[in-house]
């Protein structure tokens, strides 16, 4: 099993800056992609930005892409997301998962582990 604790959420002002970090802990696994995703009260769960093993390919949803920046340091099994200009409609629960292939993926299905989520509050 995998254990994935979220962490750096909270109330931002439009415009500001979040980074989410998510670590990794129990049987990590030798290559592993990671995602990030989101949920919306009363939305289905989306896809926000995944990264490689390698962090040598990363993808990013286009609501996001020029503001947000997934990294890894897989010293310490942690993917972070660094968010920039926020936005009200980013208000959100954010969820790291862990896709047990190296190849990064959008579908929420390809994802094995789930972290419990950390919650984004962007004030107008």
């Known amino acids: 099993q995998v254990q994935l604790v979220e962490s750096g959420g909270g109330l931002v002002q439009a415009g500001g800056s979040l980074r989410l970090s998510c670590a990794a802990s129990?049987?990590?696994?030798?290559?592993?992609?990671m995602g990030w995703f989101r949920q919306a009260p009363g939305k289905e769960r989306e896809f926000v930005a995944t990264?490689?093993?390698?962090?040598?390919?990363?993808d990013y949803a286009d609501s996001v892409k020029g503001r947000f920046t997934i990294s890894r340091e897989n010293t310490k099994n942690t993917v972070y997301l660094q968010m920039n200009s926020l936005k009200p409609e980013d208000t959100a629960d954010y969820y790291c998962?862990?896709?047990?292939?190296?190849?990064?993926?959008?579908?929420?299905?390809?994802?094995?582990?789930w972290g419990q989520g950390t919650q984004v509050t962007v004030s107008s």
């Open positions: 998962a862990v896709r047990r292939s190296q190849l990064i993926a959008r579908d929420r299905n390809w994802y094995d582990y």
């Open positions: 990264i490689s093993w390698s962090g040598g390919s990363t």
């Open positions: 129990g049987r990590t696994f030798g290559t592993y992609a």
